[in-house]
């Protein structure tokens, strides 16, 4: 506890010495950079941030600032539920991944695909998963990528030891002729990867339309809900209108 006293002070001193030259800052603006700074802690060798008194904290406990840890790729601690950051990190000029939790476009269809990551989409697994190659990589995404897609499940089809399940196959075929070979966008949202390591993306394709949630409209998916994502009432509404118009698995 007194080691957090201590960063407080001196994170205070520190934003006190820079700010003295910003006295004209707005509420908000005051309000975004108190979030930003709030402390968390990292430790040597995870990929997620925590507050203090995280049980993941016993070998190692590194303070940063909230701004820092989103920047630098670190994710919220499940347990243990730090604060996220609810506006833009500031530019720090390092690499920073659009994410829709952090940029909240009304809608999956609301974002600019300029400001996504550019890939090429050079293998297929199943309707929700494929293989890309990165345009672009950095510390965050390796060049060649395993990309789960969020907010969506489609019927198992490479299960070694589960049957193909009906329309398992109509939605790999979705995907492929959709994805394969094309250029795509990816936009992430809270949880940069899952328990495989692959990464969790939302994929564009040129016209501006999300793939993901084009799976569930064509009826080939479901509105996977089991992780919260950004657009979960969204693709809910989008596999209620599929379920009504009796579109593919719901025929
Ligand atoms: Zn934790």
Same mark, same amino acid.
């Given at each position: 506890?007194?080691? +957090? +006293?201590?960063?407080?002070? *001196?994170?205070?001193? @520190? !934003?006190? !010495?820079?700010?003295?030259? @910003?006295?004209?800052?707005?509420?908000?603006?005051?309000?975004?950079?108190?979030?930003?700074?709030?402390?968390?802690?990292?430790?040597?060798?995870?990929?997620?941030?925590?507050?203090?008194?995280?049980?993941?904290?016993?070998?190692?406990? *590194?303070?940063?600032?909230? @701004?820092?840890?989103?920047?630098?790729?670190?994710?919220?601690?499940?347990?243990?539920?730090?604060?996220?950051?609810?506006?833009?990190?500031?530019?720090?000029?390092?690499?920073? &991944?659009?994410? #829709?939790?952090?940029?909240?476009?009304?809608?999956?269809?609301?974002?600019?695909?300029?400001?996504? &990551?550019?890939?090429?989409?050079?293998?297929?697994?199943?309707?929700?998963?494929?293989? #890309?190659?990165?345009?672009?990589?950095?510390? &965050?995404?390796?060049?060649?990528?395993? *990309?789960?897609?969020?907010?969506?499940?489609?019927?198992?089809?490479?299960?070694?030891?589960?049957?193909?399940?009906?329309?398992?196959?109509?939605?790999?075929?979705?995907?492929?002729?959709?994805?394969?070979?094309?250029?795509?966008?990816?936009?992430?949202?809270?949880? &940069?990867?899952?328990?495989?390591?692959?990464?969790?993306?939302?994929?564009?394709?040129?016209?501006?339309? !999300?793939?993901?949630?084009?799976? *569930?409209?064509?009826?080939?998916?479901?509105?996977?809900?089991?992780?919260?994502?950004?657009?979960?009432?969204?693709?809910?509404?989008?596999?209620?209108?599929?379920?009504?118009?009796?579109?593919?698995?719901?025929?």
């Amino acid at each position: 506890m007194k080691k +957090l +006293l201590l960063v407080t002070v *001196i994170f205070g001193i @520190a !934003c006190g !010495c820079l700010r003295t030259e @910003a006295q004209t800052i707005s509420t908000q603006d005051n309000a975004r950079f108190a979030e930003a700074d709030l402390v968390v802690y990292v430790t040597n060798s995870g990929a997620r941030y925590h507050v203090d008194g995280c049980s993941s904290l016993r070998s190692s406990r *590194i303070p940063v600032t909230l @701004a820092d840890a989103v920047v630098s790729g670190y994710e919220a601690c499940s347990i243990c539920k730090p604060p996220r950051l609810r506006t833009p990190p500031p530019d720090t000029g390092r690499a920073a &991944l659009y994410r #829709v939790n952090v940029e909240e476009p009304a809608n999956s269809a609301a974002v600019e695909l300029a400001r996504l &990551l550019r890939a090429e989409v050079i293998g297929h697994v199943d309707g929700d998963t494929v293989r #890309v190659r990165i345009a672009d990589p950095s510390d &965050l995404v390796g060049v060649v990528e395993t *990309i789960r897609l969020i907010g969506v499940d489609t019927p198992e089809t490479v299960h070694p030891r589960r049957e193909v399940e009906a329309f398992g196959k109509e939605a790999g075929e979705f995907t492929k002729n959709r994805l394969l070979g094309k250029i795509v966008y990816l936009a992430f949202d809270w949880d &940069l990867r899952d328990k495989y390591n692959r990464l969790l993306a939302y994929i564009y394709t040129g016209d501006g339309r !999300c793939h993901n949630a084009e799976i *569930i409209r064509a009826g080939y998916g479901h509105a996977y809900t089991n992780y919260s994502f950004h657009f979960i009432e969204e693709f809910r509404a989008i596999e209620r209108e599929a379920r009504e118009a009796r579109r593919g698995l719901w025929q």
